[in-house]
T-cell receptor, first 113, second 112 residues
Framework: DVKVTQSSRYLVKRTGEKVFLECVQD?????MFWYRQDPGLGLRLIYF???????EKGDIPEGYSVSREKKERFSLILESASTNQTSMYLC????????????FGPGTRLTVT | GQQVMQIPQYQHVQEGEDFTTYCNSS?????IQWYKQRPGGHPVFLIQ?????EVKKQKRLTFQFGEAKKNSSLHITATQTTDVGTYFC????????????FGQGTILTVHP
C-alpha cells in the first residue's frame, strides 16, 4: 500500500512567519504534488515535482516555494505566511506521471492568525 | 489555465435514491479521473477513463466519458449512507499539460 505522510495534521502560525510543510512517500514515486483545498474551489495545484531537485509551478504558486532534495520528500515553504494562506494543504504522489492515479496524504490544516 | 466545471455543488438525497454528478470541460481531454473524499479524510482515487464514450462500473457506481472527451459523469444507484462525501473529477489534457485540473467537487449528503 502506498503511504503518503504529512508532518502535521494541524498547524497554527502567525502572519509573517516562515512555514514548512513536509511530505514523505514510501513507494519510490517520481512525481509529487502540493495542493490547497478551499470550500467551493476544489483542489488547486501549487507546485509539483517530477524528479529530485526538479520543480514546476502549478496554478497558484505565488507566496510559496518548494524543495525536493530526496526522492521521497517534498517540502512546501510559505516564505512569509499571510492570513489568505489559511487552508487545507494536501500532498500527493504518483508513479507514472501527473496524469495518472494520485495518492494523497492526510492533509495539514494551516491557520494563519 | 484550464477550467473544469463540476455540478451540482451540493446534493442531498434520501437513502436509496440515485445520484449523479457531472463534469464539463471546454477543451478535449486526454483522460479524466474521479476521486472520493470522505468527511475529514483525503481524496481517494476511484477510477480513470481514457477512451471516447467509455463506460466503467464499480458495483453501484457508473462512470462515463463523453464521446467528444469533454465531459464525464458519475452515477450512484441506490445511495447508501456510506456514499457520503465529496466527489471530485480531475481532468488531464487540454491546456493543462503535465498536471491534473480538479473540479470544484460535489458534496453528497445521504439521509437515512
Amino acid at each position: 500500500d502506498v503511504k503518503v505522510t504529512q508532518s502535521s495534521r494541524y498547524l497554527v502560525k502567525r502572519t509573517g512567519e516562515k512555514v514548512f510543510l513536509e511530505c514523505v512517500q514510501d513507494m519510490d514515486h517520481e512525481n509529487m504534488f502540493w495542493y490547497r483545498q478551499d470550500p467551493g474551489l476544489g483542489l488547486r495545484l501549487i507546485y509539483f515535482s517530477y524528479d529530485v531537485k526538479m520543480k514546476e509551478k502549478g496554478d497558484i504558486p505565488e507566496g510559496y516555494s518548494v524543495s525536493r532534495e530526496k526522492k521521497e520528500r517534498f517540502s512546501l515553504i510559505l516564505e512569509s505566511a499571510s492570513t489568505n494562506q489559511t487552508s487545507m494543504y494536501l500532498c500527493a504522489s504518483s508513479l507514472r506521471g501527473p496524469w495518472y492515479e494520485q495518492y494523497f496524504g492526510p492533509g495539514t490544516r494551516l491557520t494563519v492568525t | 489555465g484550464q477550467q473544469v466545471m463540476q455540478i451540482p455543488q451540493y446534493q442531498h438525497v434520501q437513502e436509496g435514491e440515485d445520484f449523479t454528478t457531472y463534469c464539463n470541460s471546454s477543451t478535449t481531454l486526454s483522460n479524466i479521473q474521479w476521486y472520493k473524499q470522505r468527511p475529514g479524510g483525503h481524496p481517494v482515487f476511484l477510477i480513470q477513463l481514457v477512451k471516447s464514450g467509455e463506460v466503467k462500473k464499480q458495483k453501484r457506481l457508473t462512470f462515463q466519458f463523453g464521446e467528444a472527451k469533454k465531459n464525464s459523469s458519475l452515477h450512484i444507484t441506490a445511495t447508501q449512507t456510506t456514499d457520503v462525501g465529496t466527489y471530485f473529477c480531475a481532468a488531464a489534457g487540454g491546456t493543462s499539460y503535465g498536471k491534473l485540473t480538479f473540479g470544484q467537487g460535489t458534496i453528497l449528503t445521504v439521509h437515512p
